[in-house]
């Protein structure tokens, strides 16, 4: 599965639209883009993932650039609520077994 | 949310001592996994298993066990427990379709 490169932490303004970045730079053309978000002490929750085209639900935006090297997250509206660590995973999908590889990921902060 | 139950929730036990962690799903899917989480570290794969009495190693597995007798359960057996296994783990569940994974609460073990 390809590395993924995240920063280590973001601030945001509640209410204001949080851009989370991830470089995959080394993905190839059968890995998709997940992402996941942990909030403290609870179970990683799954938010979204992609190929080639940019998706969205109810809970974020994904936009993944033309040669798929990197991905932005798009929380639309922050809230504290959101103040979590999200990860970025590329894998392959339908293959034996989801061993998703979870880096440190992100820590954002949302503030009042 | 999915139907994931891990017990306990919290433990404490000593150097050398056996320990079972379990991991109740009422999905009824395929796959299931346990990792660990430890700060420096994101989550790290010990086992998982494909099916029942399916199970394979993860990334992490040395000192650890695991069974799967019925789907909806997932053991993992610490056989004497070290130091080093003081940790949060989380069990996950997916359906291979569709690949993400959803997560328990978490087991916060510590080993004194």
């Known amino acids: 599965d390809a590395k993924t490169t995240q920063p280590t932490s973001m601030d945001c303004a509640e209410g204001r639209a949080a851009n989370l970045p991830c470089n995959h730079s080394?993905?190839?053309?059968?890995?998709?883009v997940y992402w996941y978000r942990q909030i403290h002490s609870q179970g990683p929750q799954y938010i979204i993932h992609?190929?080639?085209n940019n998706e969205t639900n109810e809970m974020a935006s994904l936009i993944i650039t033309e040669d798929r090297k990197s991905s932005t997250l798009i929380l639309p509206h922050a809230t504290l609520r959101d103040t979590a660590v999200y990860y970025c995973?590329?894998?392959?999908?339908?293959?034996?077994?989801?061993?998703?590889?979870f880096g440190e990921g992100t820590q954002l902060t949302v503030n009042p | 949310d999915a139907g994931i139950t891990q017990s306990p929730r919290h433990k404490v036990t000593e150097t050398g001592t056996p320990v079972t962690l379990r991991c109740h799903q009422t999905?009824?899917?395929?796959?299931m996994y346990w990792y660990r989480q430890d700060p420096g570290h994101g989550l790290r794969l010990i086992h998982y298993?494909?099916?029942?009495?399916?199970?394979d190693k993860g990334e992490v597995s040395d000192g650890y066990s695991v069974s799967r007798s019925k789907t909806e359960d997932f053991l993992l057996t610490l056989e004497s427990a070290t130091s080093s296994q003081t940790s949060v783990y989380f069990c996950?569940?997916?359906?291979?379709?569709?690949?993400?994974?959803?997560f328990g609460a978490g087991t916060r073990l510590s080993v004194l």
């Open positions: 996950a569940i997916s359906e291979l379709s569709t690949s993400w994974l959803y």
């Open positions: 080394t993905i190839s053309g059968n890995e998709y």
């Open positions: 992609g190929l080639k």
């Open positions: 995973i590329v894998r392959v999908r339908e293959t034996s077994g989801s061993r998703l590889t």
């Open positions: 999905e009824n899917h395929r796959y």
């Open positions: 298993s494909y099916g029942v009495k399916d199970t």
